[in-house]
């Protein structure tokens, strides 16, 4: 292969590499735009949603490998998705008008605990994620080669954005989350249910969380610390783009429109029920 052959191929892995970055730290800002909190747990949540797929596809895979692989994502997301609004509920809730730092101290001790329980459970050694191909696959365009992963994670990734962009922009459950998290007090007086759309918040980050872990499994098996590298170049792309990122930022109003006509501080009870 010639260096234009070789510089094209790296382009793709690294696109590919990168959106899984891009996924993860999305994540992490889905939930600081809803509480202004960095989720240090996001990656171990993200992996237990990915180990629960994996099991549940290896039980069909046997049957029919296409409908097992499916289904098998279709449960570690709606699992991880409700994984994240239990945590948001049960755990994070406690901590609402807490020091900053306890609930940073929260989510460590959250991912400590996610990592321990999947130990418990499958094991540190590495397993295979059943996918729908080979994930050394590759096809030559103009005697390039391009691996097939690269290109449906990379695509797969973007997909995933677009449909976010649309939900914050179009529905009204993306309409209730950017009020909520620009001003819950406001959002409570005008009949937002502020706690539902937190834990609606955390159920998102997580499920999206989850797709990515899946696509870094399919490639590098799965472990329960392979975000554990991935989340530090995810917590660089948040703090170089901002937890105001261009995606984010236009699905959010201004705070300071809507800061002139905020009512008075509301109770925390009647802002989370």
């Known amino acids: 292969m010639n260096g234009f052959g070789t510089f094209v ?3 793709a892995d690294g696109l590919a590499q990168g959106s899984l970055y891009a996924a993860l730290a999305l994540a992490i800002v889905l ?4 509480t202004g909190l960095i989720n240090f747990a996001q990656g171990g949540m993200a992996v237990l949603g990915s180990y629960i797929g994996m099991s549940v596809g290896n039980l069909l895979v046997p049957t029919n490998l296409i409908l097992g692989v499916l289904i098998g994502i279709i449960v570690a997301v709606a699992a991880s998705f409700g994984l994240g609004a ?8 406690r901590f609402q008008g807490g020091e ?3 609930k940073v101290v929260a989510t460590i001790g959250l991912l400590t605990l996610i990592t321990g329980i999947i130990a418990l459970i499958w094991g540190y050694n590495f397993l295979p994620y059943p996918f729908f191909f080979n994930t050394g696959l590759s096809f030559t365009v103009g005697g390039i080669a391009i691996s097939l992963w690269s290109l449906t994670t990379f695509l797969t990734i973007v997909a995933l954005m677009i449909v976010l962009q649309l939900l914050f922009t179009r529905t009204k459950v993306g309409l ?3 009020a ?3 001003n819950p007090n406001s959002s409570a007086l005008s009949g937002i249910r502020v ?27 799965l472990n329960p610390g392979n975000f554990d590298a991935i989340l530090v170049y995810a917590l660089a792309a948040v703090i170089i783009g901002g937890v105001d990122s261009p995606s984010a930022r236009s699905s959010r109003p201004s705070r300071s429109r809507c800061s002139r006509t905020s009512p008075a501080p509301m109770s925390p009870g ?3 029920t």
């Open 9 to 11: 191929q790296l382009v």
């Open 31 to 34: 939930v600081n735009q809803a």
């Open 86 to 93: 239990l945590i948001e509920r049960f755990v994070m809730r």
């Open 100 to 102: 900053e730092d306890t």
């Open 176 to 178: 209730g989350l950017r």
């Open 180 to 182: 909520v998290a620009d």
């Open 195 to 221: 706690g539902r759309m937190l834990m609606i918040g955390w159920g998102l980050a997580a499920a999206l969380g989850t797709i990515a872990g899946i696509l870094l499994a399919a490639k590098a098996q």
């Open 270 to 272: 009647s802002a989370t």
